[in-house]
């Protein structure tokens, strides 16, 4: 559906996107994460037309995105910091969106009024910061996008709002098989609604598959004892007789490898996204480290 190709952005000197590619399948819920400063959001401004890219391809369903005003109307963006015109209430910002993208839902937009009970006519940069996302998020649901890109989509939304976002957004996948790109640092959240996962680090792509795949080749391992050679151990601690191992490999394999050595305990779990996560830019130096202040 989405298809990046070696692309390559730069600003001045500085390389903020190097040879990346990402591939994103049609109807599904893809979780963009990185340590700040790695590229996400520049990816993010390529994808939905904003920049051009200086050296690759970016295409949607084989079809070049940059200066493509018909491609684009199918695309809804949310960016972190939601722009509205200064004096703009939401039912202008309505009459706005409507003229750009030809497949406004206004029926839609009234049944999300139940949703969001917004002011219809009080100015939108008088709103509170969770407010202004939630009147983003019903402008742009209404366009009934076939690609719909969040950054840190649910920032500033109270537990129950953002319960309801994740429900709405996971609705239009279901009903409507549209692809979601989310860029978000609270992995947790993003855990629970995304099928693929790609990590990214300096402008590149250190990681990308499905999360069930992700999570299926790599294991926490507790044990009493050392683990066994030829287990590729990512990390490792230790807490009395206990040691913990996090290893690249599948359950069923570790669990094999550690049975025949016949340890006192041992006992293999699955990782978190956020485990992951940090393990794997462990392996690129970017570790928790230890400072005594």
């Known amino acids: 559906m989405l298809k990046l190709e070696n692309v390559t952005k730069t600003f001045g ?58 491609l684009k109307s199918r695309i809804g963006y949310i960016p972190d910091d939601v722009f509205y015109f200064p004096s703009a209430s939401l039912e202008e910002m309505r009459r706005y969106y409507r003229g750009i993208y030809p497949e406004f839902d206004d029926e839609l937009f009234e049944r999300l009024y139940e ?86 680090d300096h402008g590149k792509m250190l990681l990308e598959r499905s999360l069930a795949d992700m999570q299926g080749n790599t294991v926490k391992l507790q044990m009493v004892g050392t683990a066994p050679e030829g287990l590729e151990v990512l990390h490792e601690s230790q807490s009395g007789r206990l040691t913990t191992y996090v290893i690249r490999g599948s359950a069923e394999a570790v669990t094999e490898a550690i049975k025949a050595t016949e340890p006192a305990y041992f006992d293999v779990l699955p990782l978190s996204l956020e485990e992951i996560f940090i393990y794997e830019l462990g392996g690129v130096n970017y570790e928790v480290k230890n400072i005594i202040l």
């Open 13 to 70: 000197e500085f390389k903020a996107l190097d040879d990346l590619s990402m591939n994103i399948p049609k109807g599904a819920v893809y979780g963009l994460v990185g340590p700040n400063g790695a590229g996400k959001t520049t990816a993010i401004r390529l994808i939905t037309g904003v920049y051009r890219p200086d050296s690759g391809s970016i295409t949607m369903e084989g079809i070049g995105i940059y200066e493509n005003p018909a």
């Open 115 to 200: 949703v969001f009970q917004l002011p219809k006519k009080g100015q939108i940069r008088r709103f509170s910061k969770g407010m202004q996302k939630q009147a983003a998020f019903q402008l742009t649901l209404c366009t009934r996008p076939d690609l719909l890109v969040l950054d840190e989509p649910v920032d500033g939304l109270d537990p129950v709002m953002r319960r309801q976002v994740w429900s709405l957004i996971a609705s239009e996948v279901a009903q409507r098989q549209i692809t979601v790109l989310i860029s978000s640092h609270n992995l947790r959240e993003l855990e629970d609604i995304c099928d693929h996962v790609g990590i990214m």
